[in-house]
């Protein structure tokens, strides 16, 4: 899967930035926009797709609200939204390959943890979390574990360290 890192500086007075995929239609906004968790403080993953940005990128003009599209890694920039409303119908269509792509993030994020806590327990449970996936209807369910993921992946590897370290010593007692 091509992704690219996308580092976004906060632009006018809200100071805000953000990232967000159009995933499909809303009764109230038109387009449907899923929120993408940052990777790193000020920094988003983006794959093929249809989002709207909101930052400035280093060098470039700003995104402000702005409509684009990804193929093949290649961003096209300036799409307004009348387009975004025609384009809905390949937008709804491309709903299994973004389960796959949210599930391979996940599943990457998933390995992290494992190679940081090598112990079987923590093996077994990432197995049944990867597999538990197979049962997620949208893309959308998929985005919340991801972000629930990212942001507590370093508490969940010093629990798992703390827990198993912990363990090791009591058995020798």
């Given at each position: 899967m091509i992704s690219h890192?996308?580092?976004?500086?906060?632009?006018g007075p809200d100071e805000k930035r953000w990232l967000a995929e159009i995933t499909g239609d809303d009764e109230t906004f038109v387009?449907?926009?899923?929120?993408?968790p940052e990777l790193k403080p000020g920094v988003w993953q983006i794959f093929d797709g249809w989002y709207q940005i909101h930052g400035q990128f280093p060098?470039?003009?700003?995104?402000?609200k702005e409509y684009v599209i990804v193929q093949d890694g290649h961003m096209m920039r300036h799409l307004d939204f009348r387009y975004m409303i025609n384009e809905l119908p390949k937008i709804k269509a491309y709903e299994e390959q973004r389960k796959d792509r949210i599930i391979y993030q996940i599943t990457t994020i998933l390995d992290e943890i494992v190679?940081?806590?090598p112990y079987e327990g923590v093996e077994e449970a990432m197995?049944?979390?990867?597999e538990a996936m197979s049962m997620v209807e949208t893309s959308s369910e998929l985005l919340n574990g991801l972000t629930i993921l990212l942001k507590q992946k370093d508490q969940m590897i010093k629990r798992f360290k703390n827990y198993y370290d912990q363990s090791d010593l009591n058995e020798w007692q």
């Open positions: 890192e996308l580092p976004l500086m906060p632009i387009l449907k926009r899923d929120f993408q060098g470039i003009s700003p995104f402000e190679a940081e806590a197995l049944e979390q990867k």
